[in-house]
C-alpha cells in the first residue's frame, strides 16, 4: 500500500511536466548513499519548455505555474511526505533553464528504489513514469523495453539515471526568458 502511495505521488509531480503545455528535454536522477537506507536524491530538469497551445505562445502561463506550485509552492513537500528535507531550484545553465529537486531520504523505498536484500541489486522502476519520459543512460543495467527496470549494484554508494522528455522543436518556447524577467 506505501509502494501505491508513493506511486501516485511521484506521478502527480511528475504531471506537471509530461501534461498541459510545461516539459523538460532531459532529467537526471542521481541518488547518493550517506547511510545504509538514507541519502539524498537530486532530479535535475534540464531546458525547461513550454508547448504552444495550438498556436498561441502561454510561456508566461506556464512559468507562473511552476513557480506557484513548485518553486514557492509546497506540492513538493506534499509529494514527499517522508522527505527529511527538501531543497529546489530554478537555474540557468548553457543556455537553457534548469530546476534541480534534492530530496534526503531516510529510506531509499521513499523515492521509490527496490533491493530485495542487502546482497541484491537495487532496483528502480520506469513504469511509473510517463510516456513521455524515456530511458536514455544509467550507470546501471537497464532491462529493456520487456523489463522497464535499472539494476544497480549493491556495492555502488551513488546511482545514475538519465531520461528524455521532449525534445524542443518549432511548438516548444524556452522558460528562459520567463525566468530572466522573475528574478529582476
Known sequence: MKNVKFLLIALSFFALFASGCLTFEKKEYTFKFTGDNSGVLTIKFINLISIKDDTVDISAKDFDELISTYITGDQIEKDYPDAA???????????????????????????????????????????????????????????GENMPVVFWSHKLKELKLTTLGTPPDESSVSLLEEYKKWKE
Open 85 to 143: 528535507n527538501i531543497d529546489k531550484r530554478l537555474f540557468e545553465e548553457n543556455g537553457v533553464l534548469c530546476a534541480e529537486v534534492k530530496i534526503e531520504f531516510l529510506d531509499f523505498a521513499n523515492v521509490r528504489l527496490f533491493q530485495l536484500s542487502k546482497k541484491e541489486p537495487f532496483m528502480y522502476s520506469l513504469c511509473g513514469f510517463i510516456d513521455s519520459e524515456n530511458y536514455k543512460s544509467s550507470n546501471g543495467e537497464y532491462g
